[in-house]
T-cell receptor, first 113, second 114 residues
Framework: AQSVTQLGSHVSVSEGALVLLRCNYS??????LFWYVQYPNQGLQLLLK??????LVKGINGFEAEFKKSETSFHLTKPSAHMSDAAEYFC???????????FGTGTRLTIIP | ETGVTQTPRHLVMGMTNKKSLKCEQH?????MYWYKQSAKKPLELMFV???????ENNSVPSRFSPECPNSSHLFLHLHTLQPEDSALYLC?????????????FGPGTRLTVL
Protein backbone atom coordinates (compact mmCIF):
# COMPACT_ATOMS: atom_id res chain seq x y z
CA ALA A 1 0.00 0.00 0.00
CA GLN A 2 1.09 3.56 -0.61
CA SER A 3 0.23 6.72 1.28
CA VAL A 4 1.12 10.40 1.39
CA THR A 5 1.14 12.80 4.32
CA GLN A 6 1.17 16.53 3.76
CA LEU A 7 2.09 18.43 6.90
CA GLY A 8 0.15 21.64 7.26
CA SER A 9 -3.23 22.05 5.60
CA HIS A 10 -2.60 25.80 5.40
CA VAL A 11 0.67 27.62 4.82
CA SER A 12 1.08 31.39 4.61
CA VAL A 13 4.20 33.12 3.37
CA SER A 14 5.04 36.69 2.50
CA GLU A 15 5.54 37.70 -1.10
CA GLY A 16 9.21 37.19 -1.95
CA ALA A 17 9.78 34.70 0.86
CA LEU A 18 10.74 31.04 0.57
CA VAL A 19 7.92 28.58 -0.04
CA LEU A 20 8.27 25.15 1.59
CA LEU A 21 5.46 22.61 1.36
CA ARG A 22 6.08 19.29 3.05
CA CYS A 23 5.27 15.84 1.74
CA ASN A 24 6.20 12.47 3.23
CA TYR A 25 5.32 9.21 1.57
CA SER A 26 5.09 5.55 2.38
CA UNK A 27 5.69 2.93 -0.28
CA UNK A 28 6.91 -0.67 -0.26
CA UNK A 29 8.18 -0.34 -3.83
CA UNK A 30 10.21 2.40 -5.53
CA UNK A 31 7.84 5.34 -5.76
CA UNK A 32 6.96 7.79 -8.42
CA LEU A 33 6.17 11.13 -6.79
CA PHE A 34 4.21 14.10 -8.06
CA TRP A 35 3.21 17.60 -7.07
CA TYR A 36 0.01 19.04 -8.52
CA VAL A 37 -1.37 22.56 -8.16
CA GLN A 38 -5.06 23.49 -8.19
CA TYR A 39 -6.24 27.05 -8.68
CA PRO A 40 -9.78 27.95 -7.60
CA ASN A 41 -12.50 26.25 -9.67
CA GLN A 42 -9.95 24.46 -11.84
CA GLY A 43 -8.58 20.98 -12.21
CA LEU A 44 -5.19 19.75 -11.06
CA GLN A 45 -2.11 20.78 -13.04
CA LEU A 46 1.13 18.82 -12.83
CA LEU A 47 3.93 20.92 -11.34
CA LEU A 48 6.70 18.34 -11.35
CA LYS A 49 7.42 14.64 -10.99
CA UNK A 50 10.09 12.27 -9.70
CA UNK A 51 10.38 8.97 -11.55
CA UNK A 52 13.71 7.53 -10.36
CA UNK A 53 16.07 9.76 -12.33
CA UNK A 54 17.62 12.89 -10.77
CA UNK A 55 16.63 13.38 -7.14
CA LEU A 56 16.32 17.16 -7.54
CA VAL A 57 13.42 17.83 -9.84
CA LYS A 58 12.62 21.18 -11.40
CA GLY A 59 9.08 22.01 -12.40
CA ILE A 60 7.04 24.82 -13.81
CA ASN A 61 6.66 28.29 -12.28
CA GLY A 62 10.03 28.12 -10.52
CA PHE A 63 9.14 25.24 -8.21
CA GLU A 64 11.43 22.33 -7.42
CA ALA A 65 11.37 19.29 -5.16
CA GLU A 66 14.00 16.95 -3.81
CA PHE A 67 13.48 13.22 -3.36
CA LYS A 68 15.11 12.03 -0.14
CA LYS A 69 14.77 8.30 0.23
CA SER A 70 16.29 8.19 3.72
CA GLU A 71 13.68 10.66 4.94
CA THR A 72 10.84 9.36 2.71
CA SER A 73 10.23 12.95 1.76
CA PHE A 74 9.50 14.95 -1.36
CA HIS A 75 9.16 18.56 -0.19
CA LEU A 76 8.22 21.31 -2.63
CA THR A 77 10.14 24.59 -2.60
CA LYS A 78 10.29 27.92 -4.39
CA PRO A 79 12.91 30.53 -3.49
CA SER A 80 10.65 33.56 -3.83
CA ALA A 81 6.86 33.47 -3.53
CA HIS A 82 4.68 35.35 -5.96
CA MET A 83 1.06 36.34 -5.48
CA SER A 84 0.11 34.05 -8.35
CA ASP A 85 1.36 31.04 -6.35
CA ALA A 86 -1.69 31.19 -4.11
CA ALA A 87 -3.43 27.87 -4.69
CA GLU A 88 -3.87 24.39 -3.28
CA TYR A 89 -1.01 21.95 -3.70
CA PHE A 90 -1.29 18.17 -3.71
CA CYS A 91 1.45 15.60 -3.34
CA UNK A 92 0.80 12.17 -4.86
CA UNK A 93 2.52 8.80 -5.05
CA UNK A 94 2.37 5.95 -7.53
CA UNK A 95 4.68 3.22 -8.77
CA UNK A 96 5.54 1.29 -11.91
CA UNK A 97 2.51 -0.59 -13.21
CA UNK A 98 0.18 1.05 -10.69
CA UNK A 99 -3.03 2.34 -12.27
CA UNK A 100 -3.69 4.72 -9.40
CA UNK A 101 -2.31 7.86 -7.84
CA UNK A 102 -2.62 8.19 -4.09
CA PHE A 103 -3.06 11.82 -3.11
CA GLY A 104 -2.35 13.70 0.07
CA THR A 105 -4.99 15.89 1.64
CA GLY A 106 -3.56 19.05 0.11
CA THR A 107 -1.94 22.26 1.41
CA ARG A 108 -3.54 25.62 0.78
CA LEU A 109 -0.85 28.24 0.16
CA THR A 110 -1.66 31.87 0.93
CA ILE A 111 0.67 34.66 -0.13
CA ILE A 112 0.76 37.75 2.07
CA PRO A 113 1.42 41.01 0.16
CA GLU B 1 -9.51 21.39 -28.13
CA THR B 2 -6.46 20.24 -26.23
CA GLY B 3 -5.85 18.27 -23.08
CA VAL B 4 -8.83 17.02 -21.10
CA THR B 5 -12.16 18.78 -21.40
CA GLN B 6 -15.24 18.41 -19.23
CA THR B 7 -18.82 19.52 -19.80
CA PRO B 8 -20.78 21.06 -18.32
CA ARG B 9 -18.55 23.14 -16.07
CA HIS B 10 -21.41 23.79 -13.66
CA LEU B 11 -24.54 21.75 -13.02
CA VAL B 12 -27.42 22.25 -10.62
CA MET B 13 -29.88 19.41 -10.31
CA GLY B 14 -32.70 18.25 -8.12
CA MET B 15 -32.62 14.92 -6.36
CA THR B 16 -35.04 13.36 -8.83
CA ASN B 17 -33.23 14.51 -11.98
CA LYS B 18 -31.09 12.44 -14.32
CA LYS B 19 -28.06 14.11 -15.81
CA SER B 20 -24.71 13.14 -17.32
CA LEU B 21 -21.22 14.52 -17.04
CA LYS B 22 -18.96 14.25 -20.06
CA CYS B 23 -15.19 14.03 -20.27
CA GLU B 24 -13.11 13.99 -23.43
CA GLN B 25 -9.36 13.60 -23.67
CA HIS B 26 -7.39 14.76 -26.72
CA UNK B 27 -4.06 13.27 -25.60
CA UNK B 28 -4.23 9.78 -27.12
CA UNK B 29 -4.35 8.20 -23.66
CA UNK B 30 -5.86 4.81 -22.94
CA UNK B 31 -6.91 5.09 -19.31
CA MET B 32 -9.47 7.46 -17.79
CA TYR B 33 -10.55 8.26 -14.27
CA TRP B 34 -13.38 9.90 -12.33
CA TYR B 35 -12.60 11.63 -9.03
CA LYS B 36 -14.83 13.37 -6.51
CA GLN B 37 -13.47 16.39 -4.67
CA SER B 38 -15.52 17.59 -1.72
CA ALA B 39 -14.72 20.49 0.57
CA LYS B 40 -12.44 19.54 3.44
CA LYS B 41 -12.04 15.94 2.18
CA PRO B 42 -9.23 14.22 0.29
CA LEU B 43 -9.57 13.59 -3.41
CA GLU B 44 -11.65 10.41 -3.84
CA LEU B 45 -11.05 8.04 -6.73
CA MET B 46 -14.40 6.78 -8.04
CA PHE B 47 -13.79 4.81 -11.22
CA VAL B 48 -10.89 3.73 -13.41
CA UNK B 49 -11.17 2.62 -17.01
CA UNK B 50 -8.20 1.09 -18.78
CA UNK B 51 -8.47 0.17 -22.45
CA UNK B 52 -12.19 0.95 -22.16
CA UNK B 53 -12.74 -1.65 -19.44
CA UNK B 54 -13.63 -0.72 -15.90
CA UNK B 55 -10.80 -1.86 -13.66
CA GLU B 56 -11.77 -0.05 -10.48
CA ASN B 57 -15.01 0.81 -8.78
CA ASN B 58 -14.19 2.32 -5.46
CA SER B 59 -17.38 1.37 -3.59
CA VAL B 60 -19.29 4.11 -5.32
CA PRO B 61 -23.10 4.18 -4.84
CA SER B 62 -25.12 2.88 -7.76
CA ARG B 63 -26.67 6.30 -8.33
CA PHE B 64 -23.38 7.05 -10.13
CA SER B 65 -23.01 5.06 -13.35
CA PRO B 66 -19.91 5.41 -15.52
CA GLU B 67 -19.68 4.74 -19.22
CA CYS B 68 -16.60 4.59 -21.43
CA PRO B 69 -17.66 4.11 -25.06
CA ASN B 70 -14.12 4.58 -26.41
CA SER B 71 -10.70 5.57 -25.19
CA SER B 72 -11.34 9.28 -25.70
CA HIS B 73 -14.67 9.66 -23.94
CA LEU B 74 -15.90 9.04 -20.42
CA PHE B 75 -19.33 9.75 -19.00
CA LEU B 76 -20.74 9.79 -15.50
CA HIS B 77 -24.50 9.25 -15.44
CA LEU B 78 -26.23 10.64 -12.39
CA HIS B 79 -29.67 9.78 -11.00
CA THR B 80 -31.51 10.30 -7.72
CA LEU B 81 -28.54 12.05 -6.16
CA GLN B 82 -28.34 13.30 -2.60
CA PRO B 83 -27.26 16.76 -1.40
CA GLU B 84 -24.03 15.25 -0.05
CA ASP B 85 -23.11 14.37 -3.65
CA SER B 86 -22.53 18.07 -4.30
CA ALA B 87 -18.84 18.36 -5.17
CA LEU B 88 -16.32 19.04 -7.91
CA TYR B 89 -16.10 16.02 -10.22
CA LEU B 90 -12.76 15.69 -11.94
CA CYS B 91 -11.86 13.57 -14.91
CA UNK B 92 -8.28 12.52 -15.64
CA UNK B 93 -6.46 10.44 -18.23
CA UNK B 94 -3.10 8.80 -18.71
CA UNK B 95 -1.12 6.60 -21.07
CA UNK B 96 -0.49 3.24 -19.45
CA UNK B 97 2.29 1.84 -21.61
CA UNK B 98 5.65 2.98 -20.28
CA UNK B 99 3.85 5.54 -18.17
CA UNK B 100 5.35 6.92 -15.01
CA UNK B 101 1.89 7.25 -13.56
CA UNK B 102 1.18 10.91 -14.14
CA UNK B 103 -2.42 11.78 -14.85
CA UNK B 104 -3.74 14.77 -16.73
CA PHE B 105 -6.83 16.43 -15.30
CA GLY B 106 -9.75 18.27 -16.76
CA PRO B 107 -11.12 21.48 -15.21
CA GLY B 108 -13.93 19.67 -13.44
CA THR B 109 -17.71 19.92 -13.23
CA ARG B 110 -19.07 21.73 -10.18
CA LEU B 111 -22.21 19.81 -9.21
CA THR B 112 -24.82 21.15 -6.83
CA VAL B 113 -27.66 18.86 -5.76
CA LEU B 114 -30.67 20.63 -4.32
Amino acid sequence: AQSVTQLGSHVSVSEGALVLLRCNYSSSVPPYLFWYVQYPNQGLQLLLKYTSAATLVKGINGFEAEFKKSETSFHLTKPSAHMSDAAEYFCAVSSFGNEKLTFGTGTRLTIIP
Amino acid sequence: ETGVTQTPRHLVMGMTNKKSLKCEQHLGHNAMYWYKQSAKKPLELMFVYSLEERVENNSVPSRFSPECPNSSHLFLHLHTLQPEDSALYLCASRWTSGSRGEQFFGPGTRLTVL
